[in-house]
């Protein structure tokens, strides 16, 4: 049994705000709930099923009280930034189940207004959790977790800092088209690599913004999406898993995604020379490229060259990656990236990217998702999409 | 802070051991310590002495912050990689590869284990 051909998104949104200091998180999840069951043309009693994250205040009893569902399947996996396409591929076996016609996945949050330093400062976590007292005492931060990653690339494939700033490069010029990111300025790599260094060697332009804001998404069985006057988005394919420490076998030199991209691709039938648009996540430039070395857009250890010289840049290179600005311009709401990684993915199978960036005939996508930390614990994420 | 497993790595540091965790079934050390073998779920954990010396897997200059600092992984002489900090040195002259020794660094509670760069070999 596949999710292949199970389910749809027929709804999808992006909340436009960056900076919402007035507003609750759990009232940012009702207005994204709400703005992606409008984009669906579906209402709130529509919804069986119901989806969340770590970011959702007081959970699954809250949330679904909070906005007084009625619903029958309930799935709180929490893989940090890329829950959410672990969201899209459960709704999907859970509709292939005939558990939910229709769910709602809801992602919210407020770093901005909160003053969380995201990157620099060691969080607390859970004092239970088993990992943390080997690493906190260390100031292990989320950026120098990654930078972890990016000096053993560096050292084993020769990777450079100019090349990781091509990442942040092809994210300015897709931001500059659209009116909600956060930064809208186009930059050089030399813009990139004279930026302060934050940790060797990621510089603070190699670095996402720190945003408010929040998406949601409707995935629906195909029945109903038949009936849905949207463009039609099918799930054709996920993977997920969690990579580790080993155990102290450490490798920094891969993502989860070498077992999520080949799931994905395999249950969907399709190949990354295949995909026309990507959504990759962007925590930090280098998580883009090591991503996309592991889902086989290019041999590992080739990473660098194939960001190089706008490759990522939309009507430029040969993958055009995250034409909303992505999290290294556009927003990262809650820290966590995944959803709207999602939703440019369905704007570009819609055919509603801007049209600055919208690729031609864009008819299959894929969308790749990290959480937590590469250096240490990450999630990945990996889902398949296609235009009907 | 520390939690039952892993209190005999805590109290030996405090006595200036540096021991490390290795499963009497399958051989393997491990990191970070466990009271089940990360590797074949075994119980028979055995606290062995450890040399102390390794080598830079990867390593970043933390340089914002009050004081910027040094997290690595570093791999052991008996094979198992740690999360740690690099002290004692300067920071612009590392590299993936060195070879370190640990140093315990004094803290309010149970000393750290870190490394700093061992003396070239002539």
């Known amino acids: 049994m596949s999710i292949k051909g199970q389910a749809f998104i027929a709804g999808a949104f992006e909340h436009p705000t960056r900076n919402a200091p007035d507003t609750s998180v759990a009232q940012l999840h ?62 999907a076996e859970a509709i292939a189940l005939g558990k939910c016609n229709v769910a709602l996945i809801t992602m919210a949050g407020r770093p901005r207004s909160e003053g969380v330093r995201t990157g620099t400062v060691v969080r607390d976590g859970n004092p239970a959790q088993p990992d943390l007292q080997w690493e906190n ?21 020769g990777t450079t800092s100019e090349q990781l700033a091509w990442v942040r490069v092809a994210a300015s010029h897709h931001a500059q088209h659209n009116p909600n990111a956060v930064l809208r300025n186009i930059v050089t790599v030399e813009d990139v690599v004279s930026s302060p260094m934050v940790s060797d060697p990621l510089h603070r332009l190699d670095c996402c913004v720190i945003s408010d804001g929040g998406g949601a998404l409707v995935v629906v069985k195909p029945e109903i999406a038949k009936t849905l006057k949207r463009p039609r988005v099918k799930v054709l394919g996920a993977g997920e898993t969690i990579k580790g420490q080993s155990g102290g076998d450490v490798d920094l030199t891969y993502t ?40 086989g857009f290019c041999r590992k250890g080739e ?50 990217a801007h049209p600055a960036v919208q690729v031609a005939n864009c008819n299959l996508a894929l969308a790749q998702g990290t959480g937590g930390r590469l250096g240490t614990r990450s999630g ?9 | 802070m520390a939690i039952s497993e892993s209190q005999p790595f805590w109290d030996a540091a405090t006595d200036d051991r540096f021991i490390l965790p290795q499963c009497a079934s399958c051989g393997r050390y491990h990191w970070y310590p466990r009271a089940i073998c990360p590797f074949c779920f075994s119980d028979r954990i055995e606290w062995k002495p450890a040399s102390g ?62 490394f700093t760069p061992a003396p070239a070999t002539a």
Do not use: W
């Open chain 1, 256 to 295: 989860g995604a070498v077992r999520t991209g080949p799931a994905a691709f395999a249950e969907a039938g399709v190949t990354p020379a295949d995909i026309k648009y990507a959504s990759i996540y962007d925590s930090f430039t280098i998580t883009v490229l090591m991503q996309l070395e592991d889902l």
């Open chain 1, 303 to 352: 990473g660098g060259r194939f960001v190089a010289d706008g490759n990522l840049i939309s009507g430029v290179g040969s993958l055009p990656v995250n034409t909303d600005g992505g999290g290294l311009c556009n927003n990262h709401p809650a820290n966590r990236g995944g959803m709207t990684k999602i939703i440019e993915a369905v704007r570009q199978l819609r055919g509603e």
């Open chain 1, 30 to 91: 009702a207005e994204v709930a709400r703005g992606a069951l409008a984009d669906a043309g579906l209402t709130k009693d529509d919804v069986d099923g119901y989806f969340c994250a770590g970011d959702a205040p007081g959970g699954l009893l809250s949330m679904v009280d909070y906005l007084n569902l009625k619903v029958r399947h309930l799935d709180a996996t929490e893989t940090g930034g890329s829950s959410y396409l672990v969201h899209v591929a459960h709704a």
């Open chain 2, 53 to 114: 010396k390794g080598r830079i897997y990867s390593y970043t200059v933390m340089r914002r912050a009050s004081v910027p600092y040094v997290v690595a992984y570093v791999t052991l002489e008996e094979g198992t990689t740690m999360l740690t900090n690099i002290v004692d040195c300067d920071f612009d002259a590392l590299a993936i590869g060195q070879d370190v020794r640990l140093v315990f660094k004094p803290t309010g509670s149970a000393p750290l284990p870190v």
């Open chain 1, 137 to 157: 005492p260390f100031g292990t931060t989320a950026v120098n977790l990654y930078a972890l990653c990016a000096m053993r690339h560096m050292y084993e494939f």
């Open chain 1, 380 to 388: 990945s994420a990996t889902l398949i999409l296609e235009r009907e």
